[in-house]
């Protein structure tokens, strides 16, 4: 059973949605026979490489709020993120393009690193402050998640894996995905949004028995 995940990596729910879902496939009997697939999309795909404002800053811009306004929107998403065990230092978070992290998670799936690459960017912008619109930060995350060192260094130079990232937000477009995280279970159940486990381990229960019931 297939698992497609459409995901932005400065996206927290998305962070916390993965953890969420992690969870679930604890619990489920027939995890060894699901597969997961991380789908690209960007929150803002006119956003610079690196922003001069903070997220605190951003947030504040965008729904037209204070800075302190903005602070306490943020407090609440860090909670949720301490309940599944995730420690966001959002003070310390680069704002900017997140388009060529998107490159090299494209770049790992072909490696069957889609998921190592998904969580050391998530970590990389939430946890540790690291600014993953900056090709030399990329390029020493692919060394450690396991990716060829020249390899990855070609690809961050050039424009390879453009057309799978627009690819993956072209056919998130056309079934209807306004935000992330979102989910597909075998092609035929959604769940839309950081979701509690429990309400992950239902939808693949349900999609498992379907799958079987065909």
Same mark, same amino acid.
């Given at each position: 059973?297939?698992?497609?995940? !459409? ?30 697939? !991380? ?16 997220? %605190? ?12 306004? #903005? ?16 420690? %966001? ?12 992290? $998107? ?20 970590? #990389? ?19 450690? &998640? ?28 056309? &079934? ?22 429990? $309400? ?7 999609? !498992? ?6």
């Amino acid at each position: 059973m297939t698992i497609q995940i !459409w995901s932005d990596v400065v996206c927290p729910y998305c962070y916390i949605g993965k953890r969420e879902l992690e969870r679930a496939l604890e619990l489920f009997p027939h995890k060894e026979h699901v597969e997961v697939e !991380w789908k690209s999309f960007e929150l803002d795909r006119e956003a610079p490489v690196r922003s001069p404002d903070d997220m %605190y800053d951003h947030l504040a811009k965008k729904y037209g709020r204070t800075r302190e306004q #903005a602070k306490e929107m943020v407090a609440g998403v860090v909670e949720r993120a301490r309940t599944v065990g995730l420690e %966001y230092n959002m003070e310390k978070a680069v704002m900017g393009s997140s388009f060529d992290a $998107h490159r090299l998670i494209q770049l790992a799936k072909t490696k069957d690193l889609g998921d190592v690459a998904e969580e050391r960017l998530f970590k #990389a912008h939430f946890v540790l402050g690291e600014h993953i619109g900056d090709k030399t930060v990329l390029q020493a995350i692919a060394e450690e &998640i396991g990716l060829d060192r020249v390899e990855a260094a070609e690809m961050l130079a050039g424009d390879a894996f453009t057309e799978a990232v627009e690819a993956d937000e072209y056919e998130a477009q056309q &079934i209807g995905v306004r935000g992330v995280p979102f989910f597909v279970l075998d092609n035929r159940y959604a769940v839309s949004g950081a979701q509690p486990s429990g $309400h992950f381990l239902a939808a693949l229960n349900q999609a !498992w028995s379907e799958r079987k019931g065909e």
